[in-house]
């Protein structure tokens, strides 16, 4: 059993390059998350979905996009890269009604240049 | 808007030593509490939860957690500690009428030395 899974592990972009973070899971939970972690300051919630078809910002969406066209898919987009964006993001994902009890992904370090 | 505070940024501890890391909170409303603990190189894992009941929870690997109200703390313990407890340790919390929202602490590391 996989669990949740991140692709790439690391990435370094130019400033104003885009990319896109993929995050599946095969635990067929309705809830997935995408956190950045920074040093020193803990995780922050950049967006989140209840489900296929729907998300929501979370505490620091600018500057990034998601979709869930499926239950198992939450990839993250980053459309035109700044240096703040420098950090290690983390996918999660919980089961309904266990939303307290998150499943991580291993995470991507992401340094913009 | 509710926010957490872990103040030790790094507890160094010899093995089988006790240890207490720190957790406050700040909330209007009433919480839910978490502790989460992130080996190298790897995601998150859930240590142990606070919803209800007993304020004194237990969770994996002998850690436990204790629930004050009038203090807004939730301080992990564990009695004797183990070189492979080596890892970092994020409070979290949720507010009883927000679903999704884990607000994280800016984490403690701990280092276990032999």
């Known amino acids: 059993n996989a669990g949740v899974t991140q692709t790439p592990k690391f990435r370094i972009l130019k400033i104003g390059q885009s990319m896109t973070l993929q995050c599946t899971q095969d635990?067929?939970?309705?809830?997935m998350y995408w956190y950045r972690q920074d040093p020193g300051m803990g995780l922050k919630l950049i967006y989140y979905?209840?489900?296929?078809?729907?998300?929501d910002k979370g505490e620091v969406p600018n500057g990034y996009n998601v979709s869930r066209s499926t239950t198992e898919d939450f990839p993250l987009r980053l459309e035109l890269a700044a240096p703040s964006q420098t950090s290690v993001y983390f996918c999660?994902?919980?089961?309904?009604?266990?939303?307290?009890?998150?499943?991580f992904g291993s995470g991507t370090q992401l340094s913009v240049l | 808007a509710q926010s957490v505070t872990q103040l030790d940024s790094q507890v160094p501890v010899f093995e089988e030593a006790p240890v207490e890391l720190r957790c406050n909170y700040s909330?209007?409303?009433?919480?839910?509490l978490f502790w989460y603990v992130q080996y190298p190189n790897q995601g998150l894992q859930l240590l142990l939860k606070?919803?209800?009941?007993?304020?004194l929870v237990k969770g994996i690997n002998g850690f436990e957690a204790e629930f004050n109200k009038s203090q807004t703390s939730f301080h992990l313990r564990k009695p004797s500690v183990h070189i492979s407890d080596t890892a970092e340790y994020f409070c979290?919390?949720?507010?009883?009428?927000?679903?999704?929202?884990?607000?994280f602490g800016s984490g403690t590391r701990l280092l276990v030395r032999p």
């Open positions: 606070y919803l209800s009941g007993s304020t």
């Open positions: 635990m067929n939970h309705n809830y």
């Open positions: 909330s209007s409303v009433s919480v839910y």
């Open positions: 979290a919390v949720r507010e009883m009428d927000s679903s999704y929202k884990l607000i």
């Open positions: 979905s209840v489900g296929a078809g729907i998300t």
């Open positions: 999660a994902s919980s089961r309904a009604g266990e939303n307290e009890k998150l499943f």
